[in-house]
């Protein structure tokens, strides 16, 4: 059997220093190399990378950057060198987002726009309504408070609430009515003054 030497590499199957590939060399070392450790690459930025649209996009440059790095030296190991590659890829591209969101929002603020979140003052007030509804609700007689709640909160429709609780749709009518009434009346109506005579 006759062996046929690696041109660049030594007796002992070292890379030989080289200042610069030939293009053939490294198309050659890619395809025999790198191409078979697609899949697993595949997996790993499957893996690594929450927005999958952006996978074949990052694999091209990885790809692109190993291609570069070849040029100069093929690399002793090509497997670690393929994820190495890629896992600082990821980095970057991660750093770049921070700094572009970072950015970002330095502008906005810069820019002294107001923000479309309501303010801690609004959220306190938000949730002292919802807990004043919640108790007026829960002051409704049983029936007429399930029949507000599917109507108003599931949006049912009379036909289908008068199914599921088993009455007449006038009866829902009458419910959705006087709870609504009610309601209005604990939300909306005179507090009751007890220092004064009627």
């Known amino acids: 059997m006759v062996e046929i030497l690696d041109p660049n590499r030594d007796a002992l199957g070292g890379l030989r220093p080289r200042t610069a590939m030939n293009t053939q060399d490294v198309d ?10 697609e899949a697993a690459l595949m997996q790993f930025l499957n893996h ?9 996009d990052l694999r091209q440059d990885i790809y692109e950057r190993v291609c570069e790095a070849a040029q100069e030296q093929l690399p002793h190991h090509t497997k670690p060198f393929v994820f190495t590659t890629a896992r600082n890829l990821l980095i970057d591209r991660v750093r770049e987002k921070r700094f572009v969101l970072l950015d ?24 002292e309504e919802l807990q004043r509804l919640q108790a007026a609700l829960d002051c409704l007689p049983r029936q007429c408070r399930k029949a507000v709640v599917m109507a108003k909160v599931e ?16 009866t829902v009518k009458m419910h959705l009515a006087n709870g609504m009434r009610a309601l209005a009346d604990a939300l909306y109506g005179e507090p009751a003054n007890p220092g004064r005579d009627a």
Do not use: C, H, Q, Y
Request: no cysteine; aromatic share 6%.
């Open 104 to 127: 970002a929002v330095a502008k906005l603020e810069a820019l002294d726009i107001p923000s479309g979140e309501p303010g801690a003052d609004r959220v306190v007030m938000a949730r």
């Open 28 to 37: 050659a070392w890619f395809v025999r190399e790198v191409l078979p450790l």
């Open 48 to 56: 690594n990378w929450r927005n999958k649209s952006d996978i074949p």
């Open 155 to 170: 949006g049912f429709s009379r036909r289908e609430i008068a199914t599921r609780m088993g009455v007449g749709e006038e």
